[in-house]
Nanobody, 115 residues
């Protein structure tokens, strides 16, 4: 059974940083596509960043240069380092993984950026 558990969210002032973690079980993050999405109030869920099994990474234009996605194979975790945070980054952030064409989601972690 695949489980994804996000952590690291919180309240931060604009310009600050947070590091989100997605701890995976039932799936090896180094062998699968793992992504971070976010959903702000009354907005659609949007892709923030992803990392592939081949370590290819990609980012939404709105976060490129500020966010960095990485993985730790020892802990089977995918991290999202978020720097220079803006109020518009406020959202619930979700971890997403695909295994054998099945999509899995974590429960989400709230990030709030105050101006």
């Amino acid at each position: 059974q695949v489980q994804l558990v996000e952590s690291g969210g919180g309240l931060v002032q604009a310009g600050g940083s947070l590091r989100l973690s997605c701890a995976a079980s039932g799936i090896t993050v180094s062998n699968n596509f793992v992504a971070w999405y976010r959903q702000a109030p009354e907005k659609q869920r949007e892709l923030v960043a992803y990392i592939t099994s081949g370590r290819t990474t990609n980012y939404a234009d709105s976060v490129r240069g500020r966010f960095t996605v990485s993985r730790d194979t020892a802990s089977n975790t995918v991290n999202l380092q978020m720097n220079s945070l803006k109020p518009e980054d406020t959202a619930v952030y979700y971890c997403n993984a695909v295994k054998f064409s099945t999509v899995y989601w974590g429960q989400g972690t709230q990030v709030t950026v105050s101006s």
